[in-house]
Nanobody
Framework: QVQLVESGGGLVQAGGSLRLSCAAS????????MAWLRQAPGKEREFVAH???????VYADSVRGRFTISRDNAKNTLYLQMNSLKPEDTGVYYC???????????WGQGTQVTVSS
């Protein structure tokens, strides 16, 4: 079983950058598809990006070209580099994990990102 702990959130001005990290415990981190999802106030949780064990990536249209997801399997850590942040990027960012052909069933506690205009 993998446990996930996010860090790196905070308050930043529009146009700024943040890097989120997700530390995973457990020896099978490299076998999971890892993702970032976010939830803005009053809205449903939405997909941001995912990365497979072979580092193949998929991004939501709203963040493509601004955000970069990456993973370091040796450190059991997932990252999200967020550049050119916009106020609409504000929300709680969650790290999640799943096996292939499964739904996301492992979640971190979330980290708050607030982008001021």
């Amino acid at each position: 079983q993998v446990q996930l702990v996010e860090s790196g959130g905070g308050l930043v001005q529009a146009g700024g950058s943040l890097r989120l990290s997700c530390a995973a415990s457990g020896r099978t981190f490299s076998t999971y598809i890892m993702a970032w999802l976010r939830q803005a106030p009053g809205k449903e949780r939405e997909f941001v990006a995912h990365i497979t064990w072979s580092s193949s990536t998929v991004y939501a249209d709203s963040v493509r070209g601004r955000f970069t997801i990456s993973r370091d399997n040796a450190k059991n850590t997932l990252y999200l580099q967020m550049n050119s942040l916009k106020p609409e990027d504000t929300g709680v960012y969650y790290c999640a994990a799943r096996k292939e052909y499964s739904s996301y069933d492992l979640w971190g506690q979330g980290t708050q990102v607030t982008v001021s205009s």
